[in-house]
Every structure is written in structure tokens, then in C-alpha cells.
């Protein structure tokens, strides 16, 4: 019996490893795709400029076509992701250019957007000891500054 109980204890205790491990590899990958998402959106929103205001010298973001961007995207990559397909999204924009202005900390002025995003879902581990229900990604990309970006063009349209 003594050994019975042994072999049960560790049997127990070796599909709880396994079973954390394989949701370990899935919040591992769901944190992978939110980094994407925000990477990517950030990235394609700083590429959405108002050409008015470019063509007169101002790097100004089209705000409207970056926040279309930016769901269009989310809307896309809910297929490779269970918690984005499940969960409530959430995403925050922060635009810094010539119109709206730069942070304090932003003393270069340059122009750039930030992305976050987060999602709240169901519990993501199936061992009752540990619980996160939310996940949470930031990105920021950043443009050339004025003068470099300005010296690249004209280095490269000659």
C-alpha cells in the first residue's frame, strides 16, 4: 500500500508539471502574438503620415487611418490567438508629432507612436495555483529625426 501511495503522489505530481508546461508554452505564445500585434500596429500607424502637412515640412500622423490600422490588425491576428478571439481587447494610442506635441521625456522631438494592448480573458493556467486573466504589451516605434531623415532622402533621390 506504502508503495501504492508513493507511485499515486508522484504521478500526481508529474502530470501537474506536464500540464503546467503546456499552458506555460501557450501564455509563452499568446504573449508572443500581443507583442506582434503591438509592434505591428505601431509600426504601421507611424507610417500613416498627413501628407498636407508633410509636404509643408511637419511630421503629423493621420490619426484616423492609425487607429483604423491598428484594429484592421487586431482584427486579423484574433485567428492565431485564443485569447484575442476570446477575451475583451483593449488598445491605447499615443500619437507624439509637430500637431499634438512631444512628452517631456521626449526632448529629441521625435516623432513616434505607442501602442498598447491588452486583453482580459479566462484564467490562462488550469493548475489552481497560479491565476492571470489578463495580458498586457507595449510598443513604441519611433521615425528618423527631421534632419537625419532629411539627409537620407536626399542622399538617396540623387
Known amino acids: 500500500m506504502k508503495v501504492f501511495i508513493v507511485f499515486l503522489g508522484i504521478f500526481i505530481i508529474s502530470v501537474s508539471a506536464v500540464v503546467f508546461q503546456g499552458d506555460l508554452g501557450a501564455y509563452g505564445h499568446e504573449l508572443l502574438l500581443l507583442k506582434e500585434a503591438a509592434e505591428e500596429g505601431a509600426a504601421g500607424a507611424a507610417l500613416c503620415l498627413n501628407e498636407e502637412e508633410y509636404a509643408k515640412g511637419n511630421l503629423v500622423f ?9 484594429e484592421d490588425y487586431l482584427a486579423y491576428i484574433k485567428r492565431n490567438s485564443k485569447a484575442l478571439s476570446e477575451g475583451e481587447n483593449y488598445y491605447n494610442i499615443i500619437f507624439q508629432d509637430d500637431k ?24 490562462l493556467f488550469r493548475v489552481p495555483f497560479i491565476n492571470v486573466t489578463s495580458l498586457e504589451r507595449r510598443a513604441q516605434y519611433e521615425l528618423p529625426e527631421k534632419e537625419k531623415a532629411k539627409n537620407y532622402f536626399e542622399k538617396s533621390g540623387s
Do not use: A
Open 62 to 70: 493621420d490619426y484616423k487611418e492609425g487607429e483604423k490600422y491598428i
Open 100 to 123: 499634438l506635441g512631444y512628452s517631456l521625456e521626449n526632448v529629441e522631438k521625435i516623432p513616434s507612436v505607442t501602442v498598447e494592448v491588452k486583453v482580459l480573458t479566462e484564467d
